[in-house]
């Protein structure tokens, strides 16, 4: 079976700040590791995936996650943050079982971002 | 914009009573798979549609279904309603493959009173 735990459910930190939100995650098979950022009231928007290949993986706005096998990890890291990052933020998993696909999704984590 | 479009965005049923919910997928998308977001809860999968069949299903009772049509939109159909059904639906589509990106619609809240 496959699962994801991620390790905070709050982080703050002041704006400009570095932040990571831990991720990880446990399975019997080869997975896709995702991390979904969702604003209030709003669905779930894709920021990043690891599919396969380098194990450094980067948004267009300067969020990145490297995945881990040994560790099986999959942190998500942002060396500066604004305001606007201000969101919930969960980790999943992919992968076929039973012939079919589906996400599996940590409980999440609040990032708030201060002035 | 994802594309995948959800309706309505809100309602409010009373325990017992049916609900319905629809999904529009994006162009091109063959899967749709539903996910229940409780209260400061990650989405848990609900049941996934492939070419109009069901072909996977997570934990939840046989009250909650749903179809998929030929343009491979989808509804989601509780019956029975239970307080415990409040929360954030959640339908994404994707093309068939574990590795290919899903994308969410905004999602139905629904409460149940």
């Known amino acids: 079976a496959q699962s994801v735990t991620q390790l905070d459910s709050q ?28 604003y209030p009231n ?36 942002k060396p500066s943050v ?19 696909n589906k996400l599996i999704f ?5 990032l708030a971002v201060h002035p | 914009e994802t594309g995948v479009t959800q309706s309505p965005t809100h309602l409010i049923k009373t325990r017992g009573q049916q609900v319905t919910l629809r999904c529009s997928s994006q162009s091109g998308h063959n899967t749709v798979s539903w996910y229940q977001q409780a209260l400061g809860q990650g989405p848990q999968f609900i049941f996934q549609y492939y070419r109009e069949e ?12 749903g179809l998929q049509f030929p343009n491979y939109s989808s509804e989601l159909n509780v019956n029975a309603l239970e307080l415990d059904d409040s929360a954030l639906y959640l339908c994404a589509s994707s093309l068939a493959g574990s590795d290919t990106e899903a994308f969410f619609g905004q999602g139905t809240r629904l409460t149940v009173v």
């Open chain 2, 54 to 65: 069901e072909n996977g299903r997570g934990n939840f009772p046989p009250r909650f279904s």
């Open chain 1, 106 to 110: 940590g409980a999440g984590t609040r």
């Open chain 1, 11 to 38: 982080v703050p930190v002041f704006e400009e700040a570095p932040v990571e939100l831990r991720c990880n995650y446990s399975s019997s098979v080869s997975v896709y590791l995702f991390w979904y950022v969702q």
């Open chain 1, 42 to 77: 709003q669905g779930l928007q894709l920021l990043l995936k690891y599919l396969s290949g380098s194990t450094l993986v980067e948004s267009i706005n300067g969020f990145e996650a490297e995945f881990n096998k040994s560790q099986t990890s999959f942190h998500l890291r």
């Open chain 1, 82 to 100: 604004h305001i606007s990052d201000t969101a919930e933020y969960f980790c999943a998993v992919s992968g076929v079982s039973g012939g079919y």
